[in-house]
């Protein structure tokens, strides 16, 4: 009777002792961090005559003024005006070549499909500052190999580092290290699709692109938002790759983008409060964008479900 008494009470606790580990990493690697940065742009440093001694520099409340400066500063808008040019480049052109490519893995006719899979996924593998690195060095026309067969072609050497042409170089970095893991992403979307449906195609008379237009890439929407979601954050997020040119060109400059604004804000000027302020906002803006793409998302799907 006894154990039979404890068995449910145990049953019961069991998805909470599962859950537990993720509970506390959540807490003390996301929640907390999260909350002391609120904490931190509500207050701030407040210096008595020279700021020397003890109790001279004392953190006091400071409301909502930190907020009201981030929405007003002029360089984190050209920030975000710069960062919204980048994404305009970014995302369209490697979720349309991460689509292309898994359509092209997913045929047939393609041969060696492991390796030529491994190959476009291979970039991702790379962190971004050695990526960044990498390509900062072919941009460079004194070292780079591109520059002197241009030279010796006797073509034009543009300067990838300066003016627009800029915002191609730091796309196509991203672009080359993205693509492989959203074409992965839709790869395994594509896979998941019932042969029988390609088959009653097939039956019916369709074209290889007439498959892929008109079942392949409906069926791999969820997949598409996905990766188009994941984009977004990691456009609003860009900071490894215009930091690390940063030194090999004067055209970026310490708050090229938001994120490079708070770091300037808290290790170049040495205002931490501030610096958490505009990393709320960034945090809130990219959380009501993705949030808001996703209702849209959904509410086209329950549309097209309904018809």
Not at 70 to 86: F, H, I, P
Not at 128 to 134: D, I, N, S
Not at 182 to 191: D, E
């Amino acid at each position: 009777m006894t154990r039979a008494r404890r068995r449910p009470y145990g049953v019961k606790g069991a998805p909470y002792a599962f859950l537990l580990p993720a509970v506390v990493l959540f807490a003390l690697f996301f929640a907390l961090p999260i909350g002391y940065a609120v904490w931190l742009s509500l207050h701030r440093i407040e210096v008595k005559g020279l700021g020397l001694g003890s109790g001279a520099r004392e953190e006091v409340w400071a409301g909502l003024s930190h907020y009201a400066d981030t929405l007003t500063d002029s360089e984190l808008l050209d920030g975000a005006l710069r960062v919204l040019g980048y994404g305009l480049i970014v995302i369209p052109v490697m979720l349309g070549l991460a689509l292309l490519f898994a359509l092209m893995l997913d045929s047939e006719r393609v041969r060696f499909t492991p390796v030529t899979r491994l190959a476009i996924f291979l970039p991702y593998a790379i962190p971004g500052v050695v990526a960044a690195l990498l390509w900062g060095f072919l941009y460079l026309p004194d070292v780079s190999p591109l520059h002197y067969l241009l030279d010796r072609a006797g073509l034009p050497q543009p300067d990838l580092l300066d003016g627009g042409p800029l915002y191609i170089a730091l796309s196509n970095i991203a672009v080359w290290g993205g693509t492989g893991f959203n074409m992965i992403v839709i790869y395994t979307s594509l896979k998941a699709i019932p042969v029988e449906v390609y088959e009653a195609a097939k039956l019916d008379g369709c074209s290889p692109l007439q498959i892929a237009l008109k079942i392949k890439i409906p069926m791999v929407a969820p997949s598409l938002v996905l990766t188009f979601f994941f984009s977004i954050i990691a456009t609003l997020q860009v900071f490894s790759e215009p930091t690390t040119l940063r030194p090999l060109t004067n055209s970026l400059s310490t708050t090229w983008s938001p994120l490079m604004k708070v770091y300037q804000d808290a290790f170049g000027k040495g205002d931490i409060h501030a610096a958490a302020a505009t990393a709320v906002v960034i945090a809130l803006v990219t959380l009501v964008l993705s949030f808001g793409f996703l209702r849209l998302a959904n509410s086209r799907t329950k549309q097209e479900e309904a018809r």
